[in-house]
């Protein structure tokens, strides 16, 4: 199984930008998905973006008053991270983004394709 930590979380004020990094140990895959997911105060997890080990296919969440064009997931092979740059941060933002590992693509957007998370790191957005 793959452990993950995250870092780089804290508090930024509307408008301004975090990066947030994965830390990848134990068993990788060069196939192996890897994803964003984040959980605001009071709601359920929710899906902000994927990235492929091999060949670096990103995708992000398109749902309402999304991410996309905000956050750029983005992964060094080298070193074994995946971050997350998010810029233009808006209140709604604000919650504990996690870092997780799968093996599947196509389902890249459930919580259940990924069966090593990080412990998460709070991200919180003033106005």
């Known amino acids: 199984q793959v452990q993950l930590v995250e870092s780089g979380g804290g508090l930024v004020q509307t408008g301004g930008s975090l990066r947030l990094s994965c830390a990848a140990s134990?068993?990788?895959?060069?196939?192996?998905?890897m994803g964003w997911f984040r959980q605001p105060p009071g709601k359920e997890r929710e899906f902000v973006a994927a990235?492929?080990?091999?060949?670096?296919?990103?995708?992000?969440?398109d749902y309402e008053d999304s991410v996309k064009g905000r956050f750029t997931i983005s992964k060094d092979n080298a070193k074994n991270t995946v971050s997350l740059q998010m810029s233009s941060l808006k209140a709604d933002d604000s919650g504990i983004y996690y870092c997780a590992a799968g093996s599947g693509w196509n389902d890249r957007q459930r919580q259940n394709n990924y069966d090593s998370w990080g412990q998460g790191t709070q991200v919180t957005v003033s106005s």
């Open positions: 134990g068993r990788t895959s060069s196939g192996d998905t």
């Open positions: 990235i492929r080990w091999d060949g670096g296919k990103t995708y992000y969440a």
